[in-house]
C-alpha cells in the first residue's frame, strides 16, 4: 500500500512558476509509475505528466509539454511537477498518482493508477 502526499499548491499570476511535490511512503518506488493529474470545476479529470521510477522515461499532455517537468529524487521517495509559463488554463486541483509497472505501460490514463493523493488546488490568475 502506498499512500501519497502532495504540496506545492498556491495562487501564482500568469506567467509565473510552481513547483509540486508528491512524496510517497508504504513502499519503495523503484518498479512503479508515477503521474500528475488535474481536475477544474466541471471538467473530467486529465492526464498532465507520467514518469517511469526504474528509468526516467516521461510522458506530457500536449498543451503543457515545453512548460512543465516531472522528475524524481529516488532518496526522498519523492516525484516533482516544475510548473513554468503558467496560464489561467492550468488552473485546477492536481494530484498525484502512482501503479506497479508493467510492459507496455505509459501511465497516461487515469486508469492506470491505484493510488491516489489529496489533491493541491493551482490557481493562476492576475
Known amino acids: 500500500q502506498v499512500q501519497l502526499a502532495e504540496s506545492g499548491g498556491g495562487l501564482v499570476q500568469p506567467g509565473g512558476s510552481l513547483r509540486l511535490a508528491c512524496t510517497a511512503s508504504?513502499?519503495?518506488?523503484?518498479?512503479?509509475?508515477m503521474g500528475w493529474f488535474r481536475q477544474a470545476p466541471g471538467n473530467e479529470r486529465e492526464f498532465v505528466a507520467a514518469?517511469?521510477?526504474?528509468?526516467?522515461?516521461?510522458y506530457y499532455l500536449d498543451s503543457v509539454e515545453g512548460r512543465f517537468t516531472i522528475s524524481r529524487d529516488n532518496a526522498e521517495n519523492t516525484v516533482y511537477l516544475q510548473m513554468d509559463s503558467l496560464k489561467p488554463e492550468d488552473t485546477a486541483v492536481y494530484s498525484c498518482?502512482?501503479?506497479?509497472?508493467?510492459?507496455?505501460?505509459?501511465?497516461?490514463?487515469?486508469?492506470?493508477?491505484?493510488?491516489w493523493g489529496q489533491g493541491t488546488q493551482v490557481t493562476v490568475s492576475s
Open positions: 508504504g513502499d519503495t518506488l523503484s518498479s512503479y509509475v
Open positions: 514518469i517511469m521510477w526504474s528509468d526516467g522515461s516521461t
Open positions: 498518482a502512482a501503479t506497479n509497472y508493467y510492459s507496455g505501460l505509459r501511465g497516461t490514463s487515469k486508469y492506470d493508477y491505484d493510488y
